[in-house]
């Protein structure tokens, strides 16, 4: 089974809708990440948490909301969908390592369309 | 402050032939660097990291990465491109020390295999 899962893998939705992507993970990792990926543009962090209390924003979190149910399942929420949202959105898991290091683990991604 | 350029949104190289991919990276403090590849499709998965144990890192599928701190450069190569190795690639910088999250993304390279 995968260490880094996310749901749906694909949507379609319309402008306006209420929007729940997830992601589940079985590293045992503490941090996780919400990115969006646009052609051209590479990654950009939406969201992170670095535990189920500590949830922070990242560069382009406006129109964005996220949950962190438990360790191991951190949920991204589009409270209304808008077109220029359409994008491949992934999710990321790291631990803390020795000095810094923050290698992150990436799941399969979501493509989200709206209409 | 951290930032990642790539040299070329696009590389086409012959089956066979050497793969350089360029990039080149801006850290205020000694970086942690890394390659991250996304075939089709795919989530980005870990090709390789430098982490200050070694200037010439070996990562998965024969590629490596040598850092040169005089060109602030982390560029990957495969000495013989496969067919298989036709995806994105991604370079990414963090930075070292301190309670680290922020991973930052290259525009990607798009390699391109002919037979």
């Known amino acids: 089974d995968a260490d880094v899962t996310q749901t749906p893998r694909n949507r379609i939705t319309k402008t306006g809708k209420r929007i729940m992507l997830e992601c589940s993970q079985t590293?045992?990792?503490?941090?996780m990440y919400w990115y969006r990926q646009d052609p051209g543009l590479g990654l950009r962090l939406i969201y992170y948490s670095f535990d189920v209390k500590d949830i922070n924003k990242g560069e382009i979190s406006d129109g964005y909301s996220v949950s962190r149910q438990a360790q191991a399942k951190f949920s991204l929420s589009l409270e209304s969908a808008i077109p220029n949202q359409t994008a491949l959105y992934f999710c990321a898991t790291s631990d803390f390592g020795a000095g810094g290091l923050n290698t992150q683990y990436f799941g399969p991604g979501t493509r989200l369309t709206v209409l | 402050a951290q930032s990642v350029t790539q040299l070329g949104s696009h590389v086409s190289v012959s089956e066979g032939a050497l793969v350089l991919l360029r990039c080149n990276y801006s850290s205020s403090v000694p970086p942690y660097l890394f390659w991250y590849v996304q075939y089709p499709n795919q989530g980005l998965q870990l090709l390789l990291k430098y982490t200050s144990a070694a200037t010439l890192v070996k990562g998965i599928n024969g590629f490596e990465a040598e850092f040169k701190k005089s060109e602030t450069s982390f560029h990957l190569t495969k000495p013989s491109a496969h067919m298989s190795d036709a995806a994105e690639y991604f370079c990414a910088v963090s930075l070292s020390g301190g309670s680290n999250y922020k991973l930052t993304f290259g525009k990607g390279t798009l390699l391109t295999v002919n037979p």
């Open positions: 590293k045992g990792h503490d941090r």
